[in-house]
């Protein structure tokens, strides 16, 4: 650990604005933020762009409780954030839920959702009082062995979670196109068009916000009408909600349980979200703003993770109203008496039915007919190109933060894609699409057991910089901690 130059110092008393530090009486402080470039619109500055080419403005408003107006300039980071509540991962776990368990454990998804909202709660807080997003806070605060080991932990992470994205995309083009697209091509294929969705920013922040909507009003309406052509018993599901019981559960329900805890709270996506509220013109020197923008991106949360909660209870009431005790034979004779072509996929015996993202679209085909199963892969489609993409500006955030990188931002998303597209390529190429189930319950349950080393590590940073308070504590300006030497990098 390096200790704190004498000069550096002595200059930043001399111009604590330029540097983001203030003299007061109880001592010296400095921000987490880091010093501004002393020349704008340099070449570095200008390469080391990512999600913010532009800052959104917040209108100014008389109302001092609320304002609609604000709310929507504020809305965007939560929705974005929410789209990881709604990758495969997620939609592939709801439906193993409900066939294996009925609505036995829509309570479990409550409340997981309600912990993932407290922990991206604290994720906002952090990037909006510090203006720093957590993978900078760790890199600024932590020594190099912990900071690393968290890092290739928060990237094992990204890469589980991006193979479960992929994946899916490969599956629903492979659903789509009746099988004609195999499972890797549709792996290339959305690699590419990945990339080329990345840049929509270039057109507008508001623009890329709005795409990320209209992926999630795709899913909410294929989704829904699965819900509505299923009709699931309303009693049940409320049951199965609110009363946190599992009656004659076993092991097979309580993977399951593990398993929607991690399909839930992703580890990296906190790392996201405190990297999306950065794009909001928020003065962090103005107690009230801060206290205002924590507010209204609280609420805007709030409002997408109960959009997303929705979605993923359409999957589950689908699944265990249709398919919940049913079994093998009963699957195979439906699915012959419909003409579907992947009959074989069930074999004739008791077992209960498996099903994962891609026997999941054919069972409903068979039961309810083709246009279910189209527009099943046309939702999984949705989820998976849209989660893809904010997954991959997660490895952006995660890397560079980390990392401390300064590269052009081409080669950070050419280098965050690289590293977890071929695993998912060499499990495309080497796996059949039709036996993909092990390998997401795999992802899920060590996505549950990553998420604690975030917890950790978002809960020492909040507690430095006093964001569980809202960016107040012992009338100290919001985003200034107490001087302690930086590590070395």
Same mark, same amino acid.
């Given at each position: 650990m ?5 000069n %550096? ?16 009486t109880?001592?010296?402080?400095r ?11 340099t ?7 990512t999600?913010f080419?532009?800052?959104i ?8 409780t609320?304002?609609f107006?604000?709310l929507?300039?504020?809305t965007?980071?939560g929705?974005?954030m929410s789209i990881?509540y ?5 939609i ?8 294996i368990a009925g609505f ?5 998804l ?8 407290l922990l991206?709660r604290?994720?906002?807080r952090l ?13 600024r605060q932590?020594?190099?062995?912990p900071?690393i080991?968290?890092?290739l ?21 492979n659903?789509l ?13 959305t690699?590419?068009d990945?990339?080329?969705?990345l ?8 623009k890329l916000?709005?795409f ?6 795709i899913?909410?309406?294929?989704f829904g009408?699965?819900y ?5 018993d309303?009693?049940?599901?409320l ?8 009656q004659g559960?076993g092991t097979?329900?309580m993977?399951?349980?593990v398993?929607?805890v ?7 996506n906190?790392?996201l979200?405190?990297a999306l509220?950065?794009?909001r ?8 703003e801060v206290k205002?923008a924590?507010?209204?991106?609280f609420?805007e ?13 359409f ?15 009963e699957? /195979?004779?439906q699915? /012959? ?6 009959? %074989?996929?069930?074999p ?11 026997k999941?679209?054919?069972v ?5 007919g083709?246009a279910?199963l189209?527009?099943w ?10 989660s ?5 500006y997660?490895?952006?955030?995660v890397?560079?933060g ?6 052009s ?5 050419l280098?965050?894609?690289?590293i977890?597209?071929f695993p ?17 319950d795999?992802?899920n ?5 990553l ?5 950790i590590?978002?809960?020492i940073?909040c507690?430095d ?9 012992? /009338? ?6 107490? %001087?302690?030497p930086?590590?070395d990098t």
């Amino acid at each position: 650990m390096s200790k704190p130059n004498q000069n %550096e110092h002595s200059n930043l008393k001399e111009s604590p604005q330029a540097n983001g530090d203030i003299q007061n009486t109880q001592g010296q402080y400095r921000s987490i933020s880091p010093p501004a470039s002393p020349v704008a619109g340099t070449l570095d500055d200008e390469q080391f762009s990512t999600y913010f080419e532009e800052n959104i403005p917040i209108p100014d408003d008389v109302t001092k409780t609320f304002s609609f107006r604000k709310l929507w300039a504020f809305t965007g980071p939560g929705f974005l954030m929410s789209i990881a509540y709604l990758d495969p991962g997620n939609i592939e776990s709801d439906l193993q839920s409900g066939a294996i368990a009925g609505f036995k454990l829509l309570w479990v998804l409550l409340v997981a959702t309600i912990i993932g909202l407290l922990l991206q709660r604290l994720g906002a807080r952090l990037g909006v009082v510090t203006g720093m997003h957590l993978a900078e806070v760790c890199h600024r605060q932590y020594p190099a062995v912990p900071r690393i080991i968290l890092w290739l932990m928060v990237e094992l992470a990204i890469i589980g979670s991006d193979m479960q994205e992929v994946i899916g995309c490969a599956i629903a083009f492979n659903l789509l196109s009746v099988g004609r697209i195999p499972l890797w091509g549709g792996v290339l294929i959305t690699i590419t068009d990945t990339f080329v969705f990345l840049f929509l920013d270039r057109f507008g922040l508001r623009k890329l916000e709005l795409f990320f909507g209209f992926l999630i009003t795709i899913m909410a309406i294929s989704f829904g009408y699965e819900y509505v052509k299923v009709g699931p018993d309303q009693g049940e599901l409320l049951k199965g909600m609110f009363l946190p019981y599992c009656q004659g559960c076993g092991t097979p329900q309580m993977e399951q349980a593990v398993g929607i805890v991690g399909a839930v709270i992703m580890p990296h996506n906190i790392y996201l979200h405190s990297a999306l509220v950065k794009s909001r013109q928020i003065d962090r020197r103005n107690n009230e703003e801060v206290k205002e923008a924590n507010k209204y991106y609280f609420i805007e949360s709030t409002i997408a993770l109960f959009v997303s909660f929705l979605i993923n209870v359409f999957v589950v009431a689908v699944f265990a109203e249709a398919f919940y005790k049913k079994t093998n034979k009963e699957v /195979n004779l439906q699915c /012959n008496a419909s003409g579907s072509p992947h009959t %074989e996929l069930f074999p004739m015996d008791d077992n209960p039915l498996e099903v994962d993202i891609y026997k999941g679209g054919v069972v409903l085909g068979c039961f309810f007919g083709s246009a279910a199963l189209y527009i099943w892969a046309v939702g999984i489609l949705a989820a998976g190109q849209s989660s893809t993409m904010t997954g991959t500006y997660s490895g952006q955030f995660v890397m560079e933060g980390f990392l401390n990188l300064r590269w052009s931002r081409f080669a950070r998303v050419l280098l965050t894609r690289s590293i977890a597209i071929f695993p998912t390529l060499l499990v495309a190429i080497f796996q059949d699409v039709q036996h993909m189930t092990g390998m997401n319950d795999f992802l899920n349950v060590l996505q549950s057991l990553l998420a604690w080393q975030c917890l950790i590590a978002l809960g020492i940073s909040c507690l430095d910089v006093s964001c569980l308070s809202g960016g107040v504590s012992n /009338n100290r300006p919001a985003l200034l901690i107490e %001087e302690q030497p930086a590590y070395d990098t």
